[in-house]
């Protein structure tokens, strides 16, 4: 049986790729799982986009999301005010090529970034604050049909990707 690909943040994997040269990996049982069953594709797409390691913290302006920035419409900037929207959006649009390549199911990135934050991203305002919405990333992927989910709903992911690759049954079977 083939298995559903999971695309993951390579931070989440201990790549030392972020913003400030650090990594956040997770060690945890389903991920763990993951990587055995060879399901896995790490992507960094900051970097995929341009950026290098490491690099100034940016935010997507305060009144708009992922899905504007990858519509190009607002901005991400940096602490300094510089635009650095092509290269989020450039490796928004290289992860979702990639996505798509590999036949990807599900992704999970890193929660809160300006690229993969799933639920939330921060203020725009370098104030440590969240607020609703996504990473540029995260919205290019649930475009292209990808479910995302962030660390911290790994059991909904493994439940979400076993409901995937559950044999369907038909009237004459029940």
Same mark, same amino acid.
């Given at each position: 049986m083939t298995?559903?690909?999971?695309? %993951?943040?390579?931070?989440?994997l201990g790549e030392r790729v972020r913003y400030d040269g650090s990594s956040r990996p997770v060690a945890h049982p389903i991920l763990e799982q993951w990587q055995q069953e060879e399901?896995? %594709?790490? %992507?960094?797409?900051?970097?995929?986009?341009?950026?290098? %390691?490491?690099r100034p913290a940016a935010e997507i302006q305060a009144?708009?999301?992922?899905?504007?920035?990858?519509?190009?419409?607002?901005k991400v900037i940096t602490r300094q005010g510089h635009n650095v929207s092509?290269?989020?959006?450039?490796?928004?649009?290289r992860t979702q090529e990639l996505a798509l390549k590999e036949d990807v199911a599900i992704a999970l990135l890193k929660a809160n970034s300006p690229s993969c934050g799933n639920q939330?991203?921060?203020?725009?305002?370098?104030?440590?604050?969240l607020r609703d919405g996504q990473g540029v990333t995260a919205a290019a992927l649930e475009e292209a049909g990808i479910k995302v989910f962030n660390e911290h709903q790994l059991e909904e992911a493994d439940a979400y990707l076993a409901s995937l690759e559950e044999p369907l049954t038909t009237s004459a079977d029940a």
């Open positions: 298995r559903n690909k999971v695309l %993951v943040s390579a931070c989440l399901r896995l %594709v790490s %992507v960094c797409p900051e970097t995929l986009g341009g950026l290098l %390691v490491p009144g708009f999301d992922g899905k504007d920035i990858f519509h190009e419409e607002g092509q290269y989020f959006v450039r490796g928004a649009r939330q991203i921060y203020s725009g305002e370098f104030s440590k604050q």
